[in-house]
């Protein structure tokens, strides 16, 4: 031992054993950092305002293991990711057949704000699109819109373990412009489709995309869900185990706007991305996974989330129908890690 900074360092590896899999993290994330493809959405100036550099990937196991590199801690909007647990609320105050009377679970392969209702039915296709999501809204119960709003501030909370805000100006702009969303919530109230609560209704729905998050609460909300609605590390219970699956089979068929079926294709996850920048991707049973990078393709997806998604998803065989033996073994990659840093 023959200076200080061999000391340091002797000592840094005693206190904190890392497994394989922080150092898989740290190079994925070196990877695609500098991979500058997609642009941030400007449909409203305040999301403008991310940097496109912003870049954070979480991991949190199913037993509360959690994994961060990068901007993981940097607050965004949750935008459409909201709309699946949405779901889930509204599933737990009316049961499946009620909700499923309002809101179709059927993927259109249409852009996510199109003005289009099942001709038979006039239901909104599936709660991920605009229009099922405002309906799915519609049924969040409470004696008011500042209730409603505390209750899906609640729920969030019972995901991720901590208290939630709303982004303001990103709300009242989102309310200002929402010309369309407006449009397909009266189309729906034509058809009786909705209540006539609407405008307190579209106001929830401009609010539950207001909703301020991290990476690192969008992994934490994907492994609660992977733990059956338990958030691993506070134990507490999000959500009612029976609608877990409601909510990621969803997800697979209808999360990642009209790239879904290539998405499950590729990378066979159940995933929710938003136009804020974060995806959160659920490997049932097994871990979540958040990501934040506010660049988007074409489709509305993060470009750099996509790549990690589908890095993770071969290196550890993670695609839900993977029958061949992995290249790595996950379970032996995180093996050994003593630092919790939620
Ligand atoms: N707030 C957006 C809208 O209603 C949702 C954006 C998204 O898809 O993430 O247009």
Redesign the pocket.
């Known amino acids: 031992m023959s200076n200080i900074g061999d000391l340091q360092s002797l000592s840094s590896s005693i206190t904190a054993v890392t497994s394989p899999f922080r150092n898989y993290l740290n190079d994925v994330h070196k990877k695609y950092r500098s991979l500058n493809d997609g642009a941030v959405a400007d449909y409203i100036p305040e999301l403008a305002l991310a940097k496109p550099e912003w870049f954070g990937i979480c991991v949190v196991t199913a037993e509360g293991q959690v994994f961060e590199v990068g901007d993981c801690d940097q607050l965004f909007t949750i935008?459409?990711i909201s709309k699946a647990f949405v779901f889930g609320l509204a599933l737990e105050d009316h049961g499946r057949e009620y909700v499923n009377s309002k809101v179709s679970v059927e993927p259109t392969g249409e852009a996510?704000?199109s003005i289009v209702l099942d001709e038979a039915t006039n239901r909104p296709y599936n709660p991920m699109v605009?229009a099922g999501a405002i309906a799915t809204a519609d049924l969040i119960k409470g004696q008011n819109g500042t209730e409603r709003l505390k209750r899906l501030l609640e729920m969030f909370k019972r995901y991720t373990g901590r208290d939630h805000d709303i982004n303001v100006p990103v709300f009242l702009s989102?309310k200002a412009t929402?010309h369309r969303?407006r449009a397909m919530a009266y189309l729906m109230l034509n058809f009786g489709m909705v209540s006539e609560k609407l405008d307190e209704t579209l106001d929830l729905y401009f609010q539950q995309?207001s909703i301020l998050v991290n990476a690192k609460d969008l992994a934490m909300i994907a492994a609660t869900l992977a733990n059956g609605g338990i958030n691993p590390v506070t134990k507490e219970r999000a959500v009612d185990e029976r609608y877990v699956q409601d909510i990621i089979s969803v997800m697979l068929t209808c999360g990642m706007y009209d790239a879904s079926g290539e998405w499950a294709y590729r990378v066979g996850m159940p995933a929710k991305s938003?136009?804020?920048g974060g995806i959160l991707a659920v490997v049932p049973g097994k871990l979540g996974i958040g990501t934040f990078s506010p660049p988007l393709d074409q489709k509305?997806n993060s470009v750099r989330g996509i790549k990690v998604c589908e890095e993770l998803s071969r290196d550890f065989g993670l695609h839900l129908f993977s029958v061949a033996k992995p290249e790595r073994n996950l379970q032996e990659w995180i093996a050994g890690d003593s630092i919790n840093d939620w």
């Open positions: 935008q459409s996510f704000n605009n989102e929402g969303n995309c938003g136009v804020g509305g």
